[in-house]
Every structure is written in C-alpha cells, then in structure tokens.
C-alpha cells in the first residue's frame, strides 16, 4: 500500500466513525449535539493552527477528518432549523 493511500484510508476511516458517532448523538439530542460540536470545532480549529511538533500526513489526516466530520453533521443540525 502506497502511504498517500494509507492516508487516505485513515482520513475515511476516522471521518466515518466519528461522523456515525456525532449523528447518533444528533438523533438523540439534537440542542446538546449543536453545543458539543460547536465547542469541539473551536478547540480542532485550534489544534490544526498548532503544528509547531510537525504532526505529519497522517496525523493530519485524521485531525482533517475529524474536523470534516464535525462540520458535516453540524450542518446538518442547522439545515433542519432545530
């Protein structure tokens, strides 16, 4: 496996399981959900702006993935006005 689609495999794979997490948490309780995202997006937004260590491709990958996932499913929320 050649390591750009080793990065593209983590990326899927961490946006789908964090992207099924935060939608079961949207189902049940879409007002908490829309809070915890939002908190959470703040601080990944911030760890993106911190690379001084150098996380590297992969690492980047997965921070990239989990932000994507968060973004998604809080659009989502706000598509449906709730």
């Not at 750009?4 to 007002?31: G, H, K, M, N, W």
């Amino acid at each position: 496996m050649s390591m750009t689609a080793y990065i593209e495999e983590r990326y899927d794979e961490t946006f789908d399981s964090v992207y099924t997490v935060l939608s079961d948490l949207a189902q049940q309780d879409p007002l908490a959900a829309r809070r915890q995202i939002s908190q959470t997006l703040k601080s990944l937004y911030i760890r993106q702006g911190n690379d001084w260590t150098g996380r590297g491709a992969i690492g980047n990958a997965g921070l990239d993935a989990s932000v994507a996932a968060h973004e998604a499913v809080l659009a989502e929320l706000n598509g449906k006005g709730e």
